[in-house]
């Protein structure tokens, strides 16, 4: 077989021109990779990261190595190098690619659908016309052995623009049955089809390549069987996915499976030829059974759980890290030295630079990647977070790894400069010790068993930091002093998404001792187990779990979720100790340990009984300015409301735990007219799931209302239709806990025809339920003293009631006006659950506007002269208007709540009216 690296000596400047097309259109890969590493490292700030990751893999290192490389072996195995003349409309395939992934990433992040669609259209029309290019290399070469290779090329990247397309669509806000399948269909065109295509047609004649074997001779005939059932399969699953039938996109993911394996066995039979000696061979070997395994079992995945299911997203790791990053990377550490150039000594030092440690390399990122994988509950969280990290490590070693290699490259090449200048033939001294190095280095199977031992010295590490969750407990004699039976009765326990723990009940024979292993199953908010007797599982994120080793029960327990509102949900558990017969064994009266803590999800006494409502603010206190910018001239209005769980004061000497948007108990405001659309991007930066209900428009719930994770992100967008001042606020449940911890805002939609006025304010009463945080609450910001108490949000005992979130600022920093100044002040009633009397002591309204119309105006219907006025602007939770009036002489007025309790808890405030 050819070279596939060099299908003939090529001159000296011949040579250099290819080394420098290669490092030209090479750069978007160094340049992504460096992104990709900055990403990983910064992701617990960046939206919807698992994203961003993903597609800056697929998209950015795998697409432009793509491109670059299929077109260096379509050169090599045609023997038609594409002329110079042809080189700059190649790289600007491989540049607009590059351009086209970068606004694909900004139009997704910043939720701009359009440029969604510019950049995935840029991207579909490079790759097509590379296709094209490909082809048209290839009919005017002359016939070769291998051009099989470069028509499947092409066909490979004709696949991409479709799944362009399926990922244009997906940026839209779909229904989950939609989205997953359209998800599923994605992938099946764009991995399977077009990374999966282009990387087995490639190793028909790689394979043989990196071994330094001789293709077999049946290679091209498997190839021709492998290929079409490989495309087939992409095609139709992708088809059948679409429209929902399981079985169909099943049978289809098995006959692609069918087409990997064979690429698979034409590999394995010539490793029997020469077996894979490096990182190179074992890493491609690697992902291809990755890539066959993945498939076998997303088939089975689809035909047990249906099309509808999260498939894709379940596979995203295997899929990614398994096959993509290990295939790429495997490659790139044997091309990459060959194409360097320099001779053989340089490339043999070059290759094995790369190859450091490479069996070690391999054992470990498969390790890790297949304990990653396991299905959420089977590692306990601190395993698999060491796993993923130390598996992440060892595959970004090519990084370093491809930088050094390409030192000793050029390092050898100026040493061979420098000898054939002094008249010395080059040595090969370079190469040969690199060489020797390498057959001197640890062997195969002890790099293999040190991989083995570092995985299992990481999984140790993860007990180590958290022993509860893997069944070990430090503490359990203390819990469980009583005489036990010895047995253990394990339990597997689920957090479900309707707050619930599925059991929710757990009966154990009196004696045994109780392990529960935990795991969150809710795709959008962290959950934990708290029981009576202090055991407790710590706060897992969405897919992670945990083990709770409770201890010997002789007493019945109550176990619930500690997360603010989550207990009063129902979110609760009870472990009841049974008899031989299984009927329940009634208390003891031992150990005050084992029973209940009572229903009260915190401790201590409410932190307002203390608060001086006369007090001003505390120092570093900034008033929220309640005066009401005019709405602008913009017809689309964009806001990214990013959510922050952090200490606010809401009463002087009251700081409470406050979950925001945008930092701020209450979020910001947004005012437009009639017929202005919103475009609002939620981040969650917290801690637990959360979301967002926009009162002023009127769209489905089912998407753009959904309560996201942390860490991802999502787009509201909606058309203004009805004026009125709206409520935003959090719809995860426990809404009232959300809502009291500040999660509200509003949208003022201008009636139309508003008349100007010398003053616009703006006013929203809520109210907080407050309790001191227990002890050992978990994850609390510093120097807070009040927590949302859900039980008393139930019982409707508020502790403060307030107006723009703190209870006394505008007592302290008053409205003001002038006499005779005509005020317009906008109210609303957020809640949760108390509604407000609006009331200006001294002042009397003449126009009422309340819920999108005009109950007083002074030349209204009904109100002959303009004599009739109002004292007060009555609303019930959820309702808002505005009333104006003007103020005849000096002096200092108070608004208040004319529910005079809630005015006491200070909803009130003073305007101050002077010359």
Known sequence: MPPISAPQRPSTSTARRGRSWHRTAGKPVRWWLVALVIVIAAHRWI?????????????????????????HFTEALLHHKLPDSGRPRQIVRIYGVTVGTALLIVGMLAGWW?????????????????????????????????????RWYATAAFFLPVGAVFG????????????????????????????????????????????RTRMRDDAVRLSRIALPLMAAGSLLAAVFAVLGTAPLTAAALLLYAAGAATVGWLMLRTGMQRRPEGYMGWSVASGIAWLVMTTVLAAWLVLTRGVETSVAQSLTI???????????????????????????????????????????????????????????????????????????????????????????????????VAERAAGTAPTDRTGATAAESSRRGTGTATQFLAGVLTVLLTIAAGIAVAPQSAG???????????????????????????????????????????????????????????????????????????????????????GWCSVIGHRSMGMTVDVIPVDAQGQEVTATGTDGAHGSHGHAE???????????????????????????????????????????????????????DVWTYNGQYMGPTLRGKVGDAFEITLTNGGTMGHSVDFHAGDISPDQAMRTIAPGESLVYRFTAHRSGIWLYHCSTMPMSSHVAAGMFGAVIID??????????????????????????????????????????????????????????????????????????????????SEGLSFHVVGGQFDTVYAEGAYQLSPDGPGNPGGTGGAQALDLAPAQGGFVELDFPEPGTYTFVNHSFAEAERGARGLIRVQE
């Open 47 to 71: 939206p919807d990261t698992r994203w961003l990751m993903v597609h800056m893999v697929t998209l950015g290192l795998i697409t432009t190595s793509i491109m670059v490389w299929s077109q």
């Open 168 to 211: 244009t669509i997906l940026a839209r806000d779909l229904s989950a049955t939609w989205h997953s399948r359209l998800l599923l269909a994605h992938q099946a065109v764009n991995v399977l089809g077009f990374v999966g295509l282009t990387v087995c047609a490639t190793l028909l004649t790689l394979w043989p390549t990196i071994l």
């Open 472 to 558: 070990f407990s430090l503490t359990g004699s203390n819990r469980s002093s009583a005489e036990g039976t010895g047995e253990t009765t394990e339990v597997r326990m689920h957090a479900q998404q309707d707050m619930r723990f599925d059991p929710s009940e757990i009966r154990v024979p009196q004696g045994n001792r109780l392990v529960i292993h935990l795991t969150n199953d809710d795709p959008t908010t962290v959950h934990d187990l708290v029981v009576a007797n202090g055991a407790t599982s710590g706060r897992l994120d969405p897919g992670a779990s945990a083990t709770v080793d409770v201890g010997v029960i002789t007493d019945r327990l109550e």
């Open 751 to 832: 009636p139309p025809n508003l008349p100007s006025v010398d003053r616009e304010y703006l006013l929203v009463q809520s109210e907080t339920y407050l309790a001191a945080p227990s002890p050992d609450q978990p994850g609390l910001p510093e120097g807070v003293n009040a927590v949302v108490d859900p039980e008393k949000i139930a019982a409707k005992q508020p502790s403060f009631t307030m107006f723009n979130g703190h209870a006394t600022q505008y007592m302290h920093d008053p409205l003001t006006a002038r006499p005779g100044e005509r005020v317009r002040i906008w109210v609303l009633a957020a809640g949760p």
């Open 318 to 416: 295997p899929f990614v890290a398994g096959f993509l990053v290990q295939t790429l990377f495997g490659a790139m550490s044997y091309i990459l030295p060959s194409t360097m150039g320099g001779g053989p000594a340089t490339v043999r030092a070059s290759l094995a630079a790369m190859n450091r440690a490479g069996v070690y390399r391999v054992t470990v990122a498969n390790l890790c990647i297949a304990l990653f994988a396991l299905p959420a509950g089977v590692l306990p969280s601190w395993v698999r977070a060491l796993v993923s990290i130390v598996g992440a490590v060892v595959l970004a070693a090519f990084i370093p790894l491809m930088i050094s290699s390409a030192k000793v490259a050029i390092a050898a090449r100026r040493r061979a």
């Open 114 to 150: 359009w440029l969604t669609v510019a950049a995935a259209t840029v991207i579909g029309v490079m790759l097509t016309w590379h296709g094209l290019a490909l082809l048209a290399q290839s009919r005017t070469a002359l016939p070769a052995r291998f051009g099989l290779t470069v």
């Open 602 to 656: 915190h401790t201590g006494t409410d932190p307002a009984q203390a608060a001086d409502l006369n007090a001003a603010p505390g120092e570093g206190f900034t008033t929220r300015s309640p005066e009401l910018a005019p709405a602008s001239n913009e017809t689309v209005h964009r806001m990214t409301l990013d959510v922050q769980e952090v200490a606010r004061e809401v009463a002087p000497g009251v700081t409470q």
